[in-house]
Nanobody, 126 residues
């Protein structure tokens, strides 16, 4: 199982980026999937997670209304659309997946997932 994240880069405050995560050896259309981030000196944080129970997408409070997680089963890819980026959003972003069923997005965002991809760096600076 491999998860490959891409799309990070340097963006000015207020700008947008779309992160992508492609899976190989694993299908992303059913498991829980999510995006996490870790900034220097800070703990890893669950940013956006789609759980394995119905209607269970969760976002950390600081990104609500600005970030959107999307799953494209046909492309075996998940995306994180990030709008109105702030300097505080700068971090290494990781995609993740988990096959456990009947858990909410909040559960996974709080505790992490089983499969992890390598991170992609997002820098927000003018």
């Amino acid at each position: 199982v491999q998860l490959q994240a891409s799309g990070g880069g340097l963006v000015q405050p207020g700008g947008s980026l779309r992160l992508s995560c492609v899976a190989s050896g694993f299908t992303l259309d059913r498991p829980a999937v999510g995006w996490f981030r870790q900034a220097p000196g800070k703990e890893r944080e669950g940013v956006a997670c789609i759980g394995s129970s119905r209607h269970s997408t969760a976002y950390t409070d600081s990104v609500k209304g600005r970030f959107t997680i999307v799953r494209d089963g046909a492309k075996n890819t998940i995306y994180l659309q990030m709008n109105n980026l702030e300097p505080e959003d700068a971090a290494v972003y990781y995609c993740a997946a988990d096959e456990r069923t009947h858990y909410s997005g909040s559960y996974f965002c709080d505790r992490g997932m089983y499969y992890w991809g390598k991170g992609t760096l997002v820098t927000v600076s003018s």
